[in-house]
């Protein structure tokens, strides 16, 4: 079975400050990992894939297969990073298994 | 730029009633999922299809929910009857092709169902 989990449901920090949203997830196999954005009134939408290392918005996320973690990072946090934020595995024959989400607020 | 479309984008019903929610996912995209989403949760995915064929159905509630992508393309989910519980966001995705080296879902708005 594959389960994703995200610690906290809800984070606050300061602009500027540094963000970390963790993920630690369980599954068998060698696993896909993916970080999914919602915005206030958007679509749910990718944000980035373990598979690509790239850095986008300047959000990275690295793969820790010792401790089975997908943590998000950014360095500097900006205002218009505040949504919500989902952790997804995904296995073979793409079935998707997602995390409850952690709501990022970036306060002034 | 090409969206996944979905329809409506809410009802509300009365339990023991039979819903319907339509998608039409991108033009070309072979795989189709169907997500529900309860309130505080994430995404719980309830049938993907490939093409017309249903690739995982393990946990779409079979006894009164029922899923088809006849022609390969858009999709409906149906529920019958409906229930209190089943109160939640029905969220669409559509993705290329579901393979290993390339997943990445587009999602449509999702309906937000409300049964009474």
């Known amino acids: 079975a594959q389960r994703v989990t995200q610690p906290e449901k809800l984070l606050s920090v300061f602009k500027g400050a540094p963000v970390e949203l963790k993920c630690n997830y369980s599954y068998s196999g060698s696993p896909e990992l993916f970080w999914y954005v919602q915005y206030s009134r958007q679509r749910l939408q990718l944000l980035l894939r373990h598979i690509s290392r790239e850095s986008i918005k300047g959000f990275t996320a690295d793969l820790n297969k010792g401790e089975t973690s997908f943590h998000l990072k950014k360095p500097f946090a900006q205002e218009e990073d505040s949504a919500m934020y989902y952790c997804a595995l995904s296995a073979n024959a793409g079935k998707s298994t997602f995390g409850d989400g952690t709501t990022l607020t970036v306060k002034p | 730029e090409a969206e996944v479309a979905q329809s409506p984008r809410y009802k509300i019903t009365e339990k023991s009633q039979a819903v319907a929610f339509w998608c039409d996912p991108i033009?070309?995209?072979?795989?189709l999922y169907w997500y529900r989403q309860i309130l505080g949760q994430g995404p719980e995915l309830l049938v993907q299809f490939q093409d017309e064929s249903v690739v995982d159905d393990s946990q779409l509630p079979k006894d009164r929910f029922s899923a088809e992508r006849l022609k390969g393309v858009d999709s409906t989910l149906k529920i019958q009857p409906a229930e209190l519980g089943d109160s939640a966001m029905y969220l669409c995705?559509?993705?290329?092709?579901?393979?290993?080296?390339?997943?990445?879902?587009?999602f449509g708005p999702g309906t937000r169902l409300t049964v009474l």
């Open positions: 995705a559509s993705s290329l092709v579901a393979t290993r080296s390339y997943n990445e879902q587009f």
């Open positions: 033009s070309g995209h072979a795989t």
